[in-house]
C-alpha cells in the first residue's frame, strides 16, 4: 500500500505564495508521474501541473508561469511553488502518484484559499 500525506495549504492574500508538499510512504517504486489536481466550489477536478518520471513537465495554461512543480526521489516527494495567487486559484488541491505498476494514488487533499 502507498500513502500519500499533503501539507502547505492555507490562506494567503492575492499575490502571495504558497507551497505544498506531498510525500509518499510504504511499498514504493516505479513511479510513472507525480502531480497536482485541484478542485473548485462548483467546478470538475483538474490538473494543475504534473511532473514524468523522464522530468518533463506539463501546466495547466492558467498557472504557466506562476506555479512550479519539482521533486525530490530520494524522498518521495512532490511540490508545487505557487507564486502570484489569484483568487481564482481558491481550490481544494490533491496529489497524485501514478505508478507502473502499483496503480493511481491520491492525497487527502489540502485547502488553499486566496482572499485578502
Same mark, same amino acid.
Given at each position: 500500500?502507498?500513502?500519500?500525506?499533503?501539507?502547505?495549504?492555507?490562506? #494567503?492574500?492575492?499575490?502571495?505564495?504558497?507551497?505544498?508538499?506531498?510525500?509518499?510512504? /510504504?511499498?514504493? %517504486?516505479?513511479? !510513472?508521474?507525480? /502531480?497536482?489536481?485541484?478542485?473548485?466550489?462548483? @467546478?470538475?477536478?483538474?490538473?494543475?501541473? $504534473?511532473?514524468?518520471? /523522464? /522530468?518533463?513537465?506539463?501546466?495547466? $495554461?492558467?498557472? @504557466?508561469?506562476? %506555479?512550479?512543480?519539482?521533486? $525530490? +526521489?530520494? @524522498?518521495?516527494?512532490? !511540490?508545487?511553488?505557487?507564486?502570484?495567487? @489569484?483568487?481564482?486559484?481558491?481550490?481544494?488541491?490533491?496529489?497524485? %502518484?501514478? %505508478?507502473? #505498476?502499483?496503480? +493511481? !494514488?491520491?492525497?487527502?487533499?489540502?485547502?488553499?484559499?486566496?482572499?485578502?
Amino acid at each position: 500500500q502507498v500513502q500519500l500525506v499533503e501539507s502547505g495549504g492555507g490562506l #494567503v492574500q492575492p499575490g502571495g505564495s504558497l507551497r505544498l508538499s506531498c510525500a509518499a510512504s /510504504g511499498t514504493i %517504486f516505479s513511479i !510513472y508521474a507525480m /502531480g497536482w489536481y485541484r478542485r473548485a466550489p462548483g @467546478k470538475q477536478r483538474e490538473l494543475v501541473a $504534473d511532473i514524468i518520471s /523522464g /522530468g518533463s513537465t506539463n501546466y495547466a $495554461d492558467s498557472v @504557466k508561469g506562476r %506555479f512550479t512543480i519539482s521533486r $525530490d +526521489n530520494a @524522498k518521495n516527494t512532490v !511540490y508545487l511553488q505557487m507564486n502570484s495567487l @489569484k483568487s481564482e486559484d481558491t481550490a481544494v488541491y490533491y496529489c497524485n %502518484f501514478r %505508478f507502473n #505498476v502499483l496503480g +493511481n !494514488y491520491w492525497g487527502q487533499g489540502t485547502q488553499v484559499t486566496v482572499s485578502s
